[in-house]
């Protein structure tokens, strides 16, 4: 088998994922789900009934960008009265985190947080965002640097059989993934206990906010889920509903089973599709509406808190160049591997124009030309290893950040 260098993982599955749709028809059995929310109520919809449980991109333009400014002033008003602040302008900084998708790639954004840690001057997150594998690593690292020992053991201690079980190809046909996911699900469900659950809500009762991001496959709109409000709620359902938004975030259609969300519109059981937040972003940090009030206050004359965004690339930003075959798979899965790529930096650009414009210092980490670590199947566990020791050892040194995307 080929080695892989960059976004070879979910370039396999989905050339497996392409083969077995070429195979299906209209005979077959499809697994059964709950009704699907009508068109246009999307937004409408509720899981546990927490009105901030999430924010849904889908009904009036602007809205779930409003309703994500107002989770931010109250977090700051939290914030205020944990640290005995009488004022906004009296916080000394303010810091964000976005870690990216990537599969077995974030390995390095896990050593590269623990090798900060080791370093010492690693801050304590107001904002921490993720996807996909970032996901995983988001609610670590808002926890903070005591949670190092299971963040490092999530991307080292694991093999392929905690993250998939094969289906096989024919099967696949008939269902709705190459791949079962419930090994990732018990993986998750082992770190992610009640203990967790209570710090990140104590974390948002503080101040401090904790958002995954994953992709409504019914409505296609991204969803950023507000996890720490859902820990902190206290209903009964929340634990599971937090395990179950790491393992759709982490969802890559085709090769992993969708996510299904029960919900209720208008007193009604509906169901929700849910899969990788990477359909949408590979990484995020805060929407423009909340930019466009820092500028507000900016030219009011008040003070503006200094903030910093840290962005973790779990991937490569530079071109991975293959020869590739005349064969219809091979080519489809060039062109995916493609896009996923540009989006990712598209991504990071993305966010550099938003911190440029909006006054917020950016730093951008991501796996550059001297890890030349390499692997034959997905999250293979020499090679995560091999790259977390390699992010660590940097970190620790002392991370050179780059303050804009290697364009």
Known sequence: ???????????????????????????????????????????????????????????????????????????????????????????????????????????????????????????????????????????????????????????????????LRSRGLLSAVFHDALADNEPLFLTISRHLDERMLAAIGRAYQEGRLLFVGSTNLDAQVPVVWNVGAIAASGHPRALDLVRRLLLASAAIPGAFPPVMIDVTVDGESRQEMHVDGGAFAQVFLYPRQVGEARRARAQRGQRLIPATAYIIRNGRLDPDWASVDRRTLTIAGRAISTMIAASGLNDVIRIWNSCQRDGVDYNLAFIGRDFTGSYTQPFEQAYMRGLFDFAFARAQQGYTWAKQPPV
């Not at 919809?45 to 927490?50: D, K, M, P, R, S």
């Not at 004022?87 to 000394?92: F, G, K, S």
């Open 1 to 163: 088998m080929t080695k892989q260098r960059n976004g070879g993982a979910r370039r396999d599955v989905l050339k497996l994922a392409s083969l077995a749709a070429l195979g299906a028809t209209s005979a077959c059995a499809l697994p059964e789900r709950l009704p699907a929310v009508a068109s246009g109520r999307a937004a409408d919809a509720t899981v546990l009934g927490i009105p901030n449980e999430r924010f849904v991109f889908a009904g009036e333009p602007g809205s779930a960008g409003l309703a994500i400014e107002r989770e931010f002033a109250a977090a700051a008003a939290r914030r205020l009265r944990h640290l005995g602040l009488r004022r906004l302008d009296q916080m000394p900084r303010y810091d964000l985190l976005g870690v990216s998708g990537g599969g077995e790639n974030g390995a390095f954004g896990a050593g590269l947080l623990c090798g900060w840690s080791a370093r010492g001057d690693r801050p304590e997150f107001e904002l921490v965002t993720g996807v996909s594998t970032g996901a995983l690593t988001a609610p670590f690292a808002f926890l903070g640097s005591e949670w190092d020992p299971q963040l490092k053991s999530v991307y080292t201690d694991i093999t392929p059989d905690d993250v």
